[in-house]
């Protein structure tokens, strides 16, 4: 344990406590203070009121109740290191010129500027900061931040090269594992054998060789998610397992989205690792926020909740001394703001910000009469900057909100491709029966859905591996960088040693993720798997080669489109002139068309609802 003084050892307490603005500062883990031998607890503060609490899941679930009763916040992470002392957080790999970090110097943390940046040669002694769930030490006098990702600052040159740097040392394999069985873990070696860049080794257990790992080919994501909600639930009800037994993984948070709202409808209880459910996130929120303000200018908390999102320039005391005047007249805060020119209590510069504001709105308030729900919410996130602003911060956290926004678009599609009113008005209320449902009790047992960043060392009976498709499994971005798509496939290779006794993995033919409809070819990672180690779950999921079928699992059996309610793409015939029939709109006609295959998107003039654009695959139309 590293001291900063003779009675303070506190390297990062969880503090959550809220500031004006409305930001929960979570600072990471420490001990108590005054406590010399490092007794380990975990601290929440709300409200300068602080609640000791000695497990760190306990302090995460009381910090997320907390959270979850202010409507308008923030989490931003800090690294509390010493008494008086609080640095934003991050990996090293975020690092850059200029910025403020702590360093050990003279017996204690002090605050030091970053110059420059470079990868050293080091070859001193590195100080374990031996607090659970820490995951920091100091090396060379500065304090950093533990991984096991590159992302995150870690360098695997560091392992590659450390018999060369330390001759003398002696490598100890652990290879042996205890969780998974073999056919798991054969397919997870034939994975990251492919890798080069690693040190040799093979994982071996003592177990039978289990159930084979079943591929699901889904016409689309809905299909996917469907699939796997059906399948939770008849492993359930045949092997009497908790929903606690089930993992769903995913690549990129924005997959959550149709696999939430799948589960929802299935009536299954699940849970988030690591983040929060997709209509929970602040950028979805803050969306949301701007709809429900256009749909209804009198709602005065939505607006307050975006009226200076992204930052505009006005500010908290601007907003209060609006509110009271809207109290005081018995209006809504967007009638005041109409006539903000009579506010004499507020600067020239304030009345400015305001009215461009209005003006804003106002635009919107007229779109959405002449605009579709996806075309509405473009204009939304283009017109207010909302991207922009996040581009700017440039981190992996930023770039993850962003696709949760293109993401949001994504929600749009599907509801004008089966909605019966195309209107915002039904948008709001179909998203309001996706998230206005009850947070579930920390006692429940729930199905856990999480990123496979942070799956690491955590382990569950059945696991189902999503979206392996190129572009999303290995995602895109790291596929022009052999080093970065080496990363994908340890990443692939923690995802399938999380089972233990079954593992699914699911692929689609065509996936509308952030607003676009692509087809993705099947991710090398599953043509890396031996044929031998898979069984195909329905007709569509064939493989280069012919599976072998010497195994019978029972868990592939029993699941098709027609007992699940999916139905099959839907391809008319049909061209610009047509008459067709929709399952809700009625009647209609054909009078635009682009696209093709699953693409080709109609323009179609109904007779009773208007003008509408449908994607001609997933729509539920006929030619008459």
Known sequence: ?????????????????????????????GSKENNNEGYYNHVVQFNNKPTYIEEYDEALTYSKKIISLEDDIEIMKR??????????YMPASHIRP??????YEDGGIVDDIVEEVNVLDYEGYVYDISVPNLRQYISNDIVVHNSIYGWRGADIRNILDFEEDYPNAKTIKLEQNYRSTKNILDAANKVIDNNMGRKGKNLWTSQNEGTNIGLYNGDNEHDEAKFIASKIKEIKNTDHKNYSDFAILYRTNAQSRVLEESLVKSNIPYK?????????????????????????????????????????????????KIEQLSIEKGESIYSVILDIDEMASLSHRAKSKVKDFVSIINKFIAMKEILSVKDLIENVIESTGYIKELQKEDTL???????????????????????????LEEFLANISLLSDIDRLDEDDDFVTLMTLHSAKGLEYDIVFLTGMEEGIFPISRAMVSEDDLEEERRLCYVG?????????????????IYGKTNYNSISRFIDEIPDSLIDNINDKAKRKA??????TNKYFTGYTHENTGIKRKNDPN???????????????????????????EATIAFNEKGIKKLLISLAPIEKV
Do not use: C, W
Not at 79 to 88: H, I, S
């Open 496 to 512: 399938i040693t999380r089972a233990k006794e079954h593992l699914f993995i699911t692929y689609t033919t065509l996936r509308t």
């Open 272 to 320: 988030i690792v690591g983040g929060l459910k997709f209509y929970d996130r602040k950028e979805i929120k803050d969306i949301i926020a701007f709809l429900r303000l256009i749909q209804n200018p009198v709602d005065n908390i939505s607006l307050k909740r975006i009226i200076n999102v992204p930052k505009r320039g006005i500010g908290k005391r601007t907003v209060e």
């Open 98 to 103: 200029s910025m403020s970090i702590p360093i």
């Open 546 to 551: 012919k599976i072998s079928q010497q195994k």
């Open 397 to 423: 956290e930023a770039q993850s909100r962003i696709e949760n926004i293109e993401e949001f678009i994504s929600v749009a599609i599907d509801f004008e491709n089966t909605s019966e009113e195309n209107t």
């Open 574 to 600: 049909i061209n610009i002139g047509d008459k067709v029939k929709h399952k809700t709109l009625g009647l209609g006609t054909v009078v635009g068309m682009k696209g093709s295959g699953d693409k080709k």
């Open 1 to 29: 344990m590293i001291k900063t003084t003779p009675n303070h050892m506190m390297f990062g307490k969880l503090n959550i406590e809220e500031n004006p603005n409305k930001k929960i500062y979570i600072d990471f883990f």
């Open 79 to 88: 690294a509390r290191l010493t008494k008086d002392t609080t640095f934003n």
